[in-house]
């Protein structure tokens, strides 16, 4: 090989080989200088029959910019865990969406647990930045009051929110896998990674984790907004209705907006759903 070559060849070896030392280098943090909505982190103790919940978000909203800070400490009994929703917020084009999962006690309490990245003051998210360790990963637990309302009533984006099939057992399973990793990343943060490490591919590695019927991989896990589609194929969904039916029946925005205000807004949004296996 002549010299020349293999002077270019070292060359870009050297190149590669530091742009390889600084990706290493790059580390994920939870000091950071966080968006005020995302500067708290969740926690449990967990016991055998209880779980005690901190930092449970409660924001009251009145715009997406303007709101009253407000995180609330809750026991949950395990025993009293009854009901499981999926929860799909499309976005415009390329199949993007975001998607969470909300839990239904004995006595109509629920919390939602939404996985997110964790935004620096002035950061938006991108999807191709998300490739590059730009972002920290973190469980939100919250208030359907807050997380609910936030994207139908305030971002104004469409929101379905499908009851899931499911045993009380695996759903009690899946609410500790999610805490147990939201006490994980306290401990140890992530990047977020909008190929690997997102909200869908996460709700999919924990109810893999519990379930001998694993979700295969697809490409509706990577365009989330069609994840209801692959959810519902499987047999997830708690309904017999064609999908477009389904969708239909689950839509929540107008029951947000006509019971924003009412304290039992979590009731309000299901009082349409009616028999889900008709």
Not at 90 to 117: N, R
Not at 118 to 134: A, H, N, P, V
Not at 247 to 257: E, G, M, Q, T
């Amino acid at each position: 090989m002549p010299p020349k070559r293999n002077k270019i060849l070292l060359v870009v070896l050297a190149v590669a080989v530091a742009l390889l030392a600084v990706w290493l280098s790059i580390r994920p943090s939870n000091d950071r200088n966080w968006t005020t909505d995302q500067a708290v982190l969740p926690y449990a103790e967990i016991s055998e029959d209880v779980v005690q919940v901190h930092n449970i978000r409660n924001f009251t909203y009145r715009s997406t910019t303007d709101y009253d800070v407000a995180y609330e400490d809750k026991a949950f009994r395990l025993d009293e865990l009854e009901t499981l929703w999926y929860v799909v917020e499309p976005f415009e084009g390329w199949g993007a969406a975001h998607t969470f999962l909300s839990f239904g006690f004995k006595g109509q309490e629920y919390v939602a647990v939404s996985i997110e990245i964790r935004k620096e003051k002035g950061e938006q998210f991108s999807w191709l930045w998300g490739l590059f360790k730009r972002y920290e990963l973190m469980y939100v637990v919250g208030d359907e009051r807050d997380l609910i309302k936030l994207r139908s009533n305030y971002r104004k984006d469409t929101v379905y929110m499908y009851p899931v099939r499911a045993s009380r057992e695996k759903i009690r399973r899946l609410f500790l896998s999610m805490l147990e990793r939201a006490n994980g990343l306290r401990e140890q943060p992530e990047f977020y990674n909008t190929l690997t490490n997102t909200c869908t591919t996460n709700i999919m590695t924990h109810i893999n984790a519990i379930s001998p019927k694993r979700i295969p991989f697809s490409w509706k896990v990577l365009f989330p907004s069609y994840s209801d589609q692959l959810a519902y194929d499987l047999g997830l969904l708690d309904t017999n209705l064609p999908l477009e039916q389904a969708r239909a029946r689950f839509r929540i925005n107008d029951a947000a907006l006509l019971h924003a205000e009412s304290p039992d807004f979590s009731l309000k949004i299901r009082e349409g759903f009616g028999t889900m296996r008709p």
